[in-house]
């Protein structure tokens, strides 16, 4: 058995037991692992670390259903905008954009300041229990979950990394948060994996993941992403709040280190990440 499968395994376990938490999968900060440890080779890393994606959220997703807290208005106005957006998303960068890295470093803009206030600074935790949100309200949060998904497609930049700290910032209690993020980041990765492969059929140029190593990496991630979510309901508010912030500023980081490098030619099997 060849080293990198048992390694990968523990790290998307680990992995996914401090993320899942906060609600986000953390593809984006296994992509590096990838690369770096694992020796994954470029251009199979990225649908390598959808399958991851899709493979191990799930495991979060059962135990957050267990306790009865994964279908609510916060997870459908979610999906509502993501998942229609990364369909559009991937058929803007396959038809219309070349590779660019920008938004990469906009995303950093965001993550950072917003990853700094959860980290050091905000203490204010949401009114216990939280009213429901006014229409104007959910169609901004419908609207910038169109937004984050459209982006998602198009530079495969996570959808939870991004949405998780905003909503957080907006009021909403990170037990509500980490449900409905992770839901919307699984549906979504489904949604981008079947555009790209529609788009590959027209288009050409599809890339295969590594199969064994994403299936260790899934069942490593799945148990982690399973007892991340039991973890979950021990934590207190504010422990939660400041573990988002430092996982944003690192995806912060993540995205400062992509965009500064220099751009890679456009390839149709980028999709979302989270």
Known sequence: MPWQWPVGALCAFLLTLVTTPAGVSGAVLLLPIQLSILHVPSPAVTPTNLTFNVA???GGLVRFRHERRLFNELTWLLVAGTLPGVVAGAVIRVELL???TAITLIAAGVLLPL??????GSQRLPPTPRAAPSRRARRW????????????????IGGGSLLAPVLLAL???????????LA???LTSIGGIATYQI??????????PDWVLAAFLGAGGFLGSYLGARLQRHLPEHSLRR???LIACLVAARYIQTGVQQPQPARPAHATTR
């Open 56 to 58: 191990s959220i799930p």
């Open 98 to 100: 070349s590779s660019s």
């Open 115 to 120: 990853g700094l206030w959860l980290a050091l």
């Open 141 to 156: 949060i419908w609207a910038l979950s169109l937004l984050v998904g459209t982006v998602g497609g198009i530079y495969g």
């Open 171 to 181: 009021g909403y209690s990170a037990y509500e948060v980490a449900p409905a993020t």
């Open 184 to 186: 919307a980041t699984f």
């Open 199 to 208: 788009l590959q059929a027209t288009h050409g140029g599809a890339i295969a």
């Open 243 to 245: 573990l988002l912030g």
